[in-house]
């Protein structure tokens, strides 16, 4: 009967030192193994999102180019009021209307385009460098030691360009 009375003893004891030991294992043997990254540095300077910028910049400024061109046109009709003039001021303002509509669209899709790829890249870092957790946004102060931005920027954009890493 006295064991009986010493089992919950035991089994409180027990769980105490297996927390113990998971506390001490967990902070003691893998403080690399939680790393930060700062998206926004990723982000911008991860070489899709440069490419696509300029891609998308080039097709904006050809869209701008022919709105300005319906703008200067629209500027040189003397008779505001007559149906060609009205035409014109119509068109001015679908074409606006598409150019920030496509800027819009465009610029969500390829943000969401990125985000997708840096994800995928970012699994492969941490996989490959043995991390365990990679944070990244509203954190409010990281030690130095543990931002891992630099090293995972490099390796992403290697990654982007089709090279193999280890």
């Known amino acids: 009967m006295n064991k009986l009375k010493l089992l919950p003893l035991i089994n409180t004891l027990l769980i105490i030192g297996l927390i113990l030991f998971y506390v001490f294992n967990a902070t003691s043997n893998n403080k690399e193994s939680i790393v930060y990254v700062n998206n926004a540095k990723l982000f911008n300077e991860f070489q899709m999102t440069k490419e696509m910028r ?90 130095d030691t543990i931002e891992v931005t630099d090293e995972a920027l490099q390796y992403i954009n290697q990654r982007y360009n089709g090279l193999q890493l280890n």
């Open 54 to 143: 300029t891609i998308g910049e080039d097709q904006m400024q050809e869209k701008r180019k022919i709105l300005d061109g319906l703008v200067t046109n629209y500027q040189s009709i003397e008779d505001k009021t007559s149906e060609a003039s009205q035409s014109l001021q119509n068109r001015i303002v679908i074409l606006n209307q598409e150019l920030q509509e496509f800027q819009q669209d465009y610029f969500n899709s390829v943000n969401q385009k990125i985000t997708d790829r840096l994800d995928v890249y970012l699994e492969e870092f941490g996989k490959a460098k043995g991390l365990k957790f990679i944070l990244g946004s509203n954190i409010l102060y990281v030690e």
